[in-house]
Every structure is written in C-alpha cells, then in structure tokens.
C-alpha cells in the first residue's frame, strides 16, 4: 500500500494540570525547542506534524489547552474525535499526579469510548522527584495507559512518547 494514497490522521490531545509542561512538551515535538518562560493562557492551541511509521505517514493534529485546563472546563469539542490523548503530569508534584487521574478520568467519560491514554511523567530533569515512578507504572497498567517520563527541557522521551502513541491506534482509514 503506497503511502503516497493513505496519510492517516489522528487527534490528540493534550491534557494535564496548569504549569505540568504540555506546552512546553508540544513545542518541543513541534519545533524541537524549549523556552522557559511561556504564559499559561499561550497554548500551541492547533498543529499538525506528520511522523512515519513503518511504511506509513501519520498525520497528527494535537490540540493544545489555552489555560482553560485551571478552571478544568475544557469545552466538548476539546475531546470530540480525539483517538489519543496525552495526561501530563509533574514528577516533582504530587498534586498534578492525583489530577492526572481525574484527567484520565474525564477523557474517559466526555471523550472517544476507544480514546488511547498515555501517562507522561514531566519535569525528569528536575532533582526531588515525589512521584513514584513505580506507583505511576503501575496506575498506568491497571487502567491500559501507556507510560513515558519525559523532560521537555532537555527534550528527552518526547519523541518516543508520540511515536508510540501513534503506533497504538488501530490504523483505519
Ligand atoms: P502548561 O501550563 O502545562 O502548558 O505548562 P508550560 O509548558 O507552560 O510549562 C510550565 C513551566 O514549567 C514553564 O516555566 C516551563 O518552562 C517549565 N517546564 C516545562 N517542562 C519542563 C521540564 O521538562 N523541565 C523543567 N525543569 N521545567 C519544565
Ligand atoms: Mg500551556
């Protein structure tokens, strides 16, 4: 099947207590770049990247939070059509780890039934890690989440986190 004839394209989105990383994470896929100060209220909002996958081209069209995520009253259109999403969560803040759940959770319920969840653990870079990589694995199985720690700082385990996301979505056209 030539990819020349199929580009698949999937939405993501990105979910995940205000100040975890998602933005910085996005840009980071996005444009390779990391910037240290970025105001809450400025999302990536909308882009496309396409990435290969064996002999296929996926498209993928991430959706970034404005903001709207401190007032966890992200709008339906925010999930509708989303086949994958990404919770992110700080590994230096217990708080963000407990509303990822909450976050899996709403995915869950206003999102697609067949929706893939990963699990991203951010901020690795940084020393004092309170989350318990294990205890988050573990989360992550119980409810069939995939499962990355990442720092979009030094830009490490971004890549590989949508990768694989991409490659765990049923391929259809
Ligand atoms: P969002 O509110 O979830 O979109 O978070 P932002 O991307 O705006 O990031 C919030 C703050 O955390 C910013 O000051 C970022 O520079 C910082 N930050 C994001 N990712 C990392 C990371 O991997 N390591 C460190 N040390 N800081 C990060
Ligand atoms: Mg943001």
């Not at 975890?20 to 809450?40: C, H, W």
């Not at 573990?138 to 990355?148: G, H, P, Q, R």
Request: charged share 25%; no cysteine; hydrophobic share 40%.
């Amino acid at each position: 099947m030539s990819q020349k004839f199929h580009t698949l394209s999937f939405k993501i989105v990105v979910l995940g207590e205000s100040a975890v990383g998602k933005t910085s994470i996005l840009l980071r896929f996005y444009r390779n770049k990391y910037t240290a100060e970025i105001e809450p209220t400025i999302g990536a909002t909308n882009f496309q990247k396409i990435i290969n996958v064996g002999d296929y081209k996926i498209q993928l069209l991430i959706w970034d939070t404005a903001g709207q995520e401190r007032y966890h009253s992200l709008a339906q259109m925010y999930y509708r059509g989303a086949k994958g999403a990404l919770v992110v969560y700080d590994v230096t803040n217990n708080d963000s780890f407990e509303k990822a759940k909450e976050w899996v959770e709403e995915i869950k319920n206003e999102g697609s039934p067949n929706a893939k969840i990963a699990l991203v653990g951010n901020k690795i870079d940084l020393p004092n890690h309170t989350v318990d990589k294990n205890e988050a694995k573990k989360y992550a199985k119980e409810n069939n989440l995939l499962f990355f720690q990442t720092s979009a700082k030094m830009g490490e385990g971004i890549n590989n986190a949508f990768v694989s996301l991409a490659k765990s979505l049923p391929l259809e056209f």
